[in-house]
């Protein structure tokens, strides 16, 4: 059990780290440039799709959806908590310093990339037929398959 708190605590704080990282990029080599500062916030969106798609494609594999699901889901509030409040004031800026309307579309944007992307890694996972259920199914196929019928006399 302590391995899976273990493994939901280092990805709450690389999903943040992510965060931390186009931060600082903007603050030292964008500041006042609100093009490229865009550029970096939508690369961050990917980065965040991509770690999240690589956890769902490699759990995915090890465990039902019912089980790594709510575990991931957890572990991306925790990130989004410590990136929409703690963020900000890392680069000494107030969590709500662009107006309560700019704070609430980050959380849907960091909502919508997480989601996209933990869906398209388990989606790539099923396709290839190597979630779960998909080989639980193929196991049970082969055990079947193998198997000689009984003859039941009467």
């Known amino acids: 059990m302590g391995q899976r708190w273990r493994a939901l605590v280092v ?3 690389a999903l943040f780290a992510v965060n931390v990282v186009a931060r600082l990029i903007i603050r030292f080599a964008f500041d006042g440039d609100e093009m490229a500062a865009d550029r970096v916030t939508l690369g961050m969106f990917v980065v965040i799709g ?3 798609g690589g956890v769902a494609f490699s759990w995915g594999q090890r465990h039902p959806v019912s089980q790594w ?3 991931v889901a957890g572990a991306i509030g925790v990130a989004l908590l410590l990136t929409m409040l703690i ?3 890392l680069v000494g800026q107030s969590p709500f310093a662009s107006g ?4 609430f579309w ?16 388990y989606l790539l996972l099923t396709t290839l037929g190597r979630d779960h ?3 639980a199914l193929k196991r049970y196929a082969e055990r079947a398959g193998t198997k000689p ?5 009467r």
């Not at 019928?149 to 006399?153: A, N, W, Y």
């Open 87 to 89: 963020g900000p004031l």
């Open 50 to 52: 991509l770690i999240l």
């Open 100 to 103: 309560s309307a700019t704070f």
């Open 69 to 71: 699901g709510v575990e």
């Open 11 to 13: 990805l709450a704080i």
């Open 106 to 121: 980050q959380v849907v944007l960091y909502l919508l990339a997480a989601t996209a992307g933990t869906f398209l890694g």
């Open 149 to 153: 019928r009984r003859i039941v006399r």
């Open 133 to 135: 259920r998909s080989q």
